[in-house]
């Protein structure tokens, strides 16, 4: 299995951009204490100096916390773990790599879960002045994370799944990925290769710019690239974040079916909705693969025990998640950034049939 990594110059270290409550007080030209009175807005400070001192902490993206306000600032080991969506057995799996590895370091883990409807890299933010972390992964979410936020943050940060917007420096934080579009071409030219032409998709958009959405843009690319005309009606798109993945391929399947009765394989962005379009296959009296092809995308355990075994885009899970893992490490010790990039494998369990 391969992999492609980017190490980025180190003008991110560790927590050396981490700015202090002595820093704001040089920088201001005041005493700590003065700091301090702002911060707490307590004591005697003239208009002028609070702004200086208001100013110069904006400027530095200073974010006090209550080790600050007892002027106490320490070096803590505390590590949290930023779940988008913790029920997804595809992150259970990184899961149990990241916890026994941060734990064998002595380090305390906190791991959160984050619904569909809140930020992930906002609540990093909070976490971080709150509990003092030295830093922290964040699993899943969207491609959206600003430079901005990154330096909110001010601690050493892996995305694991996801990636920042392009234009963020990418010494700011690491990440560990695969090529999601490069990987959801891939998937439906296996299909197009089998003779496939009417091939749905089912995925979930909430974000601007998610792992799902990349493989979306990988499937259209895979029929534009082979004169296939995409189709809106054989894409189905669900909103409820309020569904298991389960249910969205479920009622997705059967809602692609009814309006596409020339459909004969589906795309389904991750297994747990490809395990959910499967069972709405069957429930409508049709056969897996004869009737319908299915390829989902993850490589999750269930996938291979479903009946029929789902064809699957695996993603190298354990390795992803223990090199998020050690880059965590590489950084807190002051080392450079890295961006990892992995590659898929398309397992082929008999889901999956070419057409005559």
Not at 1 to 20: C, D, F, H, K
Not at 76 to 98: C, G, Y
Not at 164 to 183: C, G, K, N
Not at 329 to 342: A, E, L, P, R, T
Request: charged share 20%; proline share 4%.
């Amino acid at each position: 299995m391969t992999q492609v990594e980017i190490t980025q110059p180190a003008s991110y270290t560790g927590r050396s951009m981490l700015v202090n409550i002595k820093d704001i007080a040089r920088i201001a030209g005041v005493g700590i204490s003065t700091v301090s009175r702002v911060i707490n807005n307590s004591g005697s400070v003239s208009d002028a100096t609070r702004k200086k001192v208001t100013e110069t902490i904006n400027a530095n993206h200073y974010v006090p916390n209550n080790s600050a306000r007892n002027l106490k600032i320490t070096q803590s080991k505390n590590i949290a773990l930023i779940v988008k969506d913790i029920s997804n057995p595809f992150f259970n799996k990184m899961i149990q790599v990241i916890e026994p590895r941060i734990a064998l370091q002595g380090y305390p883990l906190m791991i959160q879960n984050v619904d569909a409807s809140a930020d992930e890299l906002d609540i990093a933010i909070q976490e971080a002045r709150d509990r003092n972390l030295c830093g922290v992964i964040i699993m899943g979410g969207c491609y959206s994370y600003s430079e901005e936020r990154f330096r909110h943050l001010s601690i050493p940060c892996v995305l694991l799944t996801v990636s920042a917007r392009p234009d963020v420096d990418p010494a700011l934080y690491s990440s560990i990925t695969i090529d999601d579009e490069q990987e959801g071409c891939r998937a439906t030219e296996y299909l197009i290769g089998l003779g496939h032409r009417r091939i749905g998709f089912i995925y979930s958009a909430l974000e601007p710019v998610t792992p799902n959405t990349l493989r979306f843009l990988g499937y259209q690319r895979a029929l534009k690239e082979h004169d296939i005309p995409f189709d809106p009606n054989l894409v189905a798109n669900s909103m409820n974040i309020r569904e298991s993945g389960y249910t969205t391929g479920f009622r997705a399947m059967k809602q692609l079916y009814s309006k596409n009765r020339d459909m004969t394989a589906v795309f389904a962005f991750a297994d747990i909705l490809a395990i959910g379009a499967a069972k709405a296959v069957l429930s409508m009296g049709l056969s897996i693969p004869d009737d319908i092809s299915i390829v989902g995308f993850d490589g999750i355990e269930m996938a291979e025990y479903y009946h029929p075994s789902l064809d699957t885009m695996y993603q190298p899970a354990a390795e992803m998640a223990l090199s998020a893992t050690n880059t965590l490490f590489d950084m807190i010790q002051g080392n450079s950034s890295k961006h990892i990039v992995y590659e898929s494998v398309l397992l082929k369990r008999g889901s999956c049939r070419k057409l005559l």
